[in-house]
């Protein structure tokens, strides 16, 4: 009837297999970076881009951080133009219990996620975004400087108690790596938890918004992660799971 309308279901031609753990696990990454901000509608989901080989790309961002995911899918032929999908469907399958094997993503005038869900065939339809999505990978620097790796659940850890202490506003922490080797996690008020010793280098800060990093690190399955920690004025990169996540840095001074 007009108050609950069919839903054309996919058709079955030209599926993208996908292994649900991996997908999951890749959106739980991606979905924190996408934005918020009404007025760049076209940063409000998650880029679906197609590659020259089996994989594709995910990517998010709201313009003070990006997430990139390189995936692999079993599909040779994949026939779909780069899209943009509204996350609210996305949000949905990410939190599904117990789905194991594949999901077949049809990617058309909108994209629907086929999987098996306790025995249940289940669909999940996301709407598409329209608009260009930004030329990412000229942002993306292959010169990443000054890497550490440090435990996921250390430092999560850590973060969490700094969280505590950082201005509301900013949000802002500081990796701090001064002249004894010592790599620390600071506030505006110095107050410091040191994560590592030993590390390679020295006299270094840079600024970080502290829940963003919070955001990698309680989603990463990874028990290690890679930071490159730039100099103070060159993005922050985080590299887990099947990809990255850039943030930008913060001024050390207001």
């Known amino acids: 009837g007009e108050l609950y309308p069919d839903i054309p279901l996919a058709d079955g031609s030209g599926a993208i297999q996908i292994q649900n753990s991996l997908l999951q696990q890749t959106l739980k990454n991606c979905l924190p970076s996408v934005s918020d901000d009404e007025t760049r509608y076209f940063l409000g989901g998650i880029l679906f881009q197609n590659n020259d080989d089996k994989n594709i790309n995910l990517v998010s961002t709201d313009g003070r951080r990006l ?3 390189n995936i692999e899918t079993w599909t040779d032929d994949k026939c779909f133009q780069d899209t ?10 990410s939190k599904l219990k117990k789905i194991e094997g594949y999901s077949s993503l049809y ?4 994209m629907s996620i086929v999987t098996d869900c306790k025995g249940f065939n289940l669909e999940i339809q996301c709407y598409v975004i ?3 999505f930004p030329q990412y990978s000229r942002i993306i620097s292959n010169d990443k400087d000054n890497k550490v790796t440090l435990n996921v659940k250390d430092l999560l850890k850590v973060s969490k108690k700094i969280k505590n202490f950082v201005d509301p506003r900013s949000k802002r922490a500081f990796f701090s790596i001064a002249m004894n080797n010592k790599l620390y996690l600071q506030t505006e008020e110095n107050l410091s938890i040191e994560l590592e010793h030993g590390i ?10 502290i829940t963003y990093l919070i955001d990698v690190l309680t989603n990463t399955k990874n028990e290690t992660i890679d930071i490159y920690l730039g100099d103070g004025s060159k993005p922050v990169y985080l590299m887990h799971d099947n990809g990255l996540t ?9």
């Open 130 to 132: 329209e608009g260009q």
């Open 107 to 110: 990617i058309k005038d909108k």
């Open 67 to 69: 997430n990139y995911n």
């Open 200 to 209: 390679d280098l020295s006299n270094l800060q840079t600024g970080i918004n």
């Open 84 to 93: 943009i999908v509204d996350p609210l469907g996305l949000k949905i399958y």
């Open 246 to 254: 850039m943030i930008q840095p913060m001024s050390l001074t207001d």
